[in-house]
């Protein structure tokens, strides 16, 4: 069965400061992989996905940037956090193709000061 | 473009009565609509998919494509059915990406 772990869980950080949050998936292999912001009052809001290593594609403008190294791991990034990049972070991952049930980490809380 | 919209952000039914979550898309193509969950302290899940056309917890949702909804819907609300609730779609592009909507969040009291 897939696992996807997520660190960290909580996160406080000032603005200005960088971002690392990553994200790991077990029992699969070449899975696509997507990051997943939900802000206050907001839905979830795709951010990137890739459907191997190496391949990112953005989906909004911003602040941040996704890189996949490895087949099974994805992070995300900042150079200098911003008040908004505050939210739910959250890591999915599906089997390749279309129309596949994602499955979900269990989320990063990162607040920016 | 797409776009999935749930109305209400918040929901309140007693234990016992039947319980209607709404959902309207817009989508050029062919989508597939989807109904995540996510109760208290859990992970967000899927719970049911309009394809597959089954009843799961209770709880069935049908495709409307005249008018472009998929609400979900329970005859009889147990207070464990208390969670978020998002619907979601997916194009036949993009490499699986699914478009949620904002989310409703049902109590149902006891």
């Known amino acids: 069965s897939q696992t996807i772990h997520q660190w960290p869980a909580t996160l406080v950080q000032p603005v200005g400061s960088p971002l690392s949050l990553e994200c790991t998936v077990e029992?699969?292999?070449?899975?696509?992989l997507y990051w997943y912001r939900q802000a206050a009052g907001r839905g979830l809001q795709l951010l990137f996905y890739?459907?191997?290593?190496?391949?990112i594609s953005s989906e909004v403008p911003q602040n941040l940037s996704a890189s996949r190294p490895q087949d099974r791991q994805f992070i995300l990034s900042s150079k200098k956090l911003l008040l908004s990049d505050s939210g739910f972070y959250l890591c999915?991952?599906?089997?390749?193709?279309?129309?596949?049930?994602?499955?979900f980490g269990p989320g990063t809380r990162l607040t920016v000061l | 473009a797409q776009r999935v919209t749930q109305p209400e952000k918040l929901l309140s039914v007693f234990k016992g009565a039947p319980v209607e979550l709404k959902c309207n898309y817009s989508?050029?193509?062919?989508?597939?609509l989807f109904w995540y969950v996510q109760y208290s302290r859990q992970r967000l899940q899927l719970l049911l998919r309009?394809?597959s056309r089954e009843s799961i917890k209770g709880f069935t949702a049908d495709l409307n494509k005249g008018e472009t909804s998929f609400h979900l819907k329970k005859p009889f609300a147990q207070e464990e059915d208390s969670a978020m609730y998002y619907c979601?779609?997916?194009?036949?592009?993009?490499?699986?990406?699914?478009?949620f909507g904002t989310g409703t969040r049902l109590t149902v009291i006891p």
């Open positions: 999915a991952q599906s089997a390749g193709g279309v129309r596949n049930e994602q499955f």
């Open positions: 029992g699969t292999s070449n899975p696509n």
């Open positions: 890739s459907v191997g290593i190496g391949q």
């Open positions: 989508y050029s193509g062919s989508p597939e």
């Open positions: 309009h394809i």
């Open positions: 979601a779609l997916s194009g036949s592009t993009g490499a699986n990406n699914l478009f």
